[in-house]
Antibody
Framework: QLQLQESGPGLVKPSETLSLTCAVSGVSISTDTYHWGWIRQPPGKGLEWVASILLRGGTHYCPSLKRRLTISMDTSNNQFSLKMTSVTAADTAVYFC???????????WGQGTLVTVSS | QSALTQPASVSGSPGQSITISCTGTSSDVGAYDAVSWYHQHAGKAPKLIIYGVTERPSGVSSRFSGSKSGNTASLSISGLQAEDEGDYYCASFTNSITYVFGTGTTVIVL
C-alpha cells in the first residue's frame, strides 16, 4: 500500500530557503504510473497546488511560485523533495505531499507538515 | 491562474441531496474532462472522491456523483449523512499544464 510521509523544519526565518522531503513506501517513485507533487494549505484557508514531477516527464510549478521553487526526485532513497527560496509569512502553511495517477492529484496523501515562516 | 469559484457553504438535512458548484474558465474546467473533487475533515488530509469529472475511486460511496457543463462542474451528494460534513474542494487541470483548486465549500448537515 502506497504511503507518503513528509518531513521538514517546522519553522523557517523570512528570506531563507524551505526544504521539504516526502518519503514514499509501498511503490517505487520511478514507476511511470505515478507523478509526485506538493499541495499546501495556509491555516484556515483553501488548498493550493504547488508543484509536480514525473521521472521522465519533467516538472511543473504553480505560476505564481515558479521562480522560487525546485522539485526533485531521489530514486536511490525513494523520496522526492521541494525547495522554496525567499520565503515570507505568506508561505506559512501545511504542506502535503501527494501522488498523481493519470494526471489526477490526490490519490494518496501524506499527513501534512506545518511550516511556519517567522523570525 | 485564479482559484475556481465555489459557494462558501451548503447545508442540508440528513437524507436530503445537495449540489456544490465549481466554476472556472475555458482554460481549465471547460478545457478538459479533468475535474476532481476532495473531501477534507478538519485537521486531516483531503480524500479524493471524484476524478475525471464523473469517476469514483474504489471505495467511495455511490452517493457522490459528479458532472460538468461548460465551465462549471458540480458535485452532488445524495442521502446526506452526518459523516459528509466538512470541506469540499474541486480541482482542474489547466492548459498551462498545471492544476488549480477551488475556493472550497463547507458542507453542514443540519
Amino acid at each position: 500500500q502506497l504511503q507518503l510521509q513528509e518531513s521538514g523544519p517546522g519553522l523557517v526565518k523570512p528570506s531563507e530557503t524551505l526544504s521539504l522531503t516526502c518519503a514514499v513506501s509501498g511503490v517505487s517513485i520511478s514507476t511511470d504510473t505515478y507523478h509526485w507533487g506538493w499541495i499546501r494549505q495556509p491555516p484556515g484557508k483553501g488548498l493550493e497546488w504547488v508543484a509536480s514531477i514525473l521521472l521522465r516527464g519533467g516538472t511543473h510549478y504553480c505560476p505564481s511560485l515558479k521562480r522560487r521553487l525546485t522539485i526533485s526526485m531521489d530514486t536511490s532513497n525513494n523520496q522526492f523533495s521541494l525547495k522554496m527560496t525567499s520565503v515570507t509569512a505568506a508561505d506559512t502553511a501545511v504542506y502535503f505531499c501527494t501522488s498523481l495517477i493519470n494526471g489526477v492529484p490526490g490519490y494518496s496523501w501524506g499527513q501534512g507538515t506545518l511550516v511556519t515562516v517567522s523570525s | 491562474q485564479s482559484a475556481l469559484t465555489q459557494p462558501a457553504s451548503v447545508s442540508g438535512s440528513p437524507g436530503q441531496s445537495i449540489t456544490i458548484s465549481c466554476t472556472g474558465t475555458s482554460s481549465d474546467v471547460g478545457a478538459y474532462d479533468a475535474v476532481s473533487w476532495y473531501h477534507q475533515h478538519a485537521g486531516k488530509a483531503p480524500k479524493l472522491i471524484i476524478y475525471g469529472v464523473t469517476e469514483r475511486p474504489s471505495g467511495v460511496s455511490s452517493r457522490f456523483s459528479g458532472s460538468k457543463s461548460g465551465n462549471t462542474a458540480s458535485l452532488s451528494i445524495s442521502g446526506l449523512q452526518a459523516e459528509d460534513e466538512g470541506d469540499y474542494y474541486c480541482a482542474s487541470f489547466t492548459n498551462s499544464i498545471t492544476y488549480v483548486f477551488g475556493t472550497g465549500t463547507t458542507v453542514i448537515v443540519l
